[in-house]
C-alpha cells in the first residue's frame, strides 16, 4: 500500500500533468523523470503512457514483477546462461530498460519501428548506460521483408499499428482518418540472426505489444520460437482482426507454436493455465474494440 507521502506526491504531479502537457494547440517538447523502470524522457503530446510515467513515476511494473515471479516460479525463466530478453514494441524503452534495471536480464534486444519513439528508445537506452547491454533496431516485426504502413495515433504513441489491406471487420476507432507513414519491416527470425547476431538458446523471454499484429510477428519468428522461450504478450481481438487475421488463422498460428497459455491478471496476480487450443473462445469473450489482456505463452 502507498504511504501518504506517495499517495500526496501522486496527486501533485496528476495536477503538475495538466500544466506540463499543455491544453490545446500545445507545444510539443520533451520531458524527462526517474521513474521504476528508469530515468525516461518522452513526449508530452503523449497523453497515455507519458501521463503514467509522470504521474505514477513507473510503467506496468506489477505485470513485470508478477509475470517474472511466476515464470521463476514455474522453471520456464532462470535457467544458466538464458540472459537476454527481446523486447518487440519497445517504444521508448520503459519495459526493456526497466527490465535490465531490476535485473531480471542481464542483457535486452529492443525493436520498435517508429521513427520518434525509436529516436527517444535509443536515448533512454544511453541516459540509462546500457547501450553495451541493450540493442535497438528500427524495424516492424513481420513475417517478409520490404516496407509496411504505420497508422499514427496523436494522441497515444505506444498505439501505432501496422495497416494491411486485409483488415477484416470496421474501423470502430478512427483509424482509417489517421496519418500513415512506411517503416522498414523484418521477420522476427532475420533481425535476431543477421542483425543482432543474438543466439536464441540465450534468449529467456520475448514480450510483444504491437497492436494486434502479433500473428504476422509469430509467422516470421518460427525458427526462434523453436528454442522454447516463453513469450509474453498483448492479446487484443480487434486489433487482430484489423490486421487481416480471422480467429481461426490466429488460433491455427498459435496451436502450431504453443502448448499452454496462461491469461495474466497483474493487478489480483492471478495467472490461469489453460490448453493454446482455447486461444479462440477468448476472441468470444473479449468481443469490444477496447477489451485486451495479457497472456503468456508456453512453447511446446
Not at 87 to 105: E, P, Q, R, T
Request: glycine share 10%.
Amino acid at each position: 500500500m502507498a504511504s501518504i507521502g506517495q499517495r500526496v506526491g501522486r496527486a501533485y504531479r496528476k495536477l503538475r500533468w495538466e500544466v506540463v502537457r499543455g491544453g490545446p494547440g500545445r507545444t510539443p517538447r520533451l520531458l524527462t523523470v526517474p521513474t521504476a523502470n528508469g530515468v525516461l524522457t518522452f513526449s508530452n503530446m503523449d497523453l497515455h503512457s507519458a501521463k503514467g510515467l509522470y504521474v505514477q513515476r513507473a510503467w506496468e511494473l506489477d505485470l513485470i514483477t508478477r509475470s517474472m515471479e511466476f515464470l521463476r516460479r514455474e522453471g520456464h525463466v532462470g535457467r544458466p546462461g538464458v540472459d537476454m530478453l527481446v523486447d518487440v514494441g519497445a517504444n521508448i524503452g520503459m519495459i526493456c530498460i526497466g527490465m535490465l534495471k531490476h535485473g531480471h536480464f542481464r542483457e535486452g534486444v529492443a525493436i520498435e519501428p517508429n521513427p520518434e519513439n525509436f529516436a527517444l528508445l535509443e536515448h533512454n537506452i544511453a541516459q540509462n548506460e546500457m547501450s553495451d547491454r541493450l540493442r535497438a533496431y528500427r524495424y516492424a516485426a513481420s513475417d517478409a521483408s520490404g516496407e509496411v504502413e504505420m497508422e499514427i495515433s496523436e494522441e497515444n504513441f505506444g498505439d501505432h499499428r501496422v495497416r494491411t489491406a486485409q483488415s477484416l471487420g470496421s474501423a470502430l476507432m478512427s483509424e482509417e482518418g489517421r496519418r500513415t507513414v512506411r517503416v522498414p519491416a523484418r521477420p522476427l527470425d532475420e533481425i535476431l540472426r543477421e542483425s543482432a547476431s543474438v543466439d536464441s538458446k540465450r534468449i529467456g523471454l520475448i514480450w510483444i505489444d504491437i497492436q494486434g499484429y502479433e500473428g504476422h510477428l509469430f509467422r516470421g519468428a518460427r525458427d526462434t520460437l523453436g528454442h522454447g522461450m516463453p513469450v509474453l504478450s498483448e492479446f487484443w481481438p480487434y486489433g487482430i482482426l484489423r490486421s487481416g487475421l480471422d480467429r481461426v488463422e490466429y488460433a491455427e498460428i498459435i496451436r502450431s507454436l504453443f502448448s499452454r497459455i496462461v491469461i495474466v491478471d497483474a493487478a489480483a496476480g492471478r495467472f490461469e493455465e489453460r490448453p493454446a487450443s482455447t486461444i479462440e473462445d477468448l476472441f468470444v469473450s473479449y468481443p469490444r474494440p477496447e477489451q485486451n489482456l495479457e497472456i503468456i505463452f508456453l512453447p511446446r
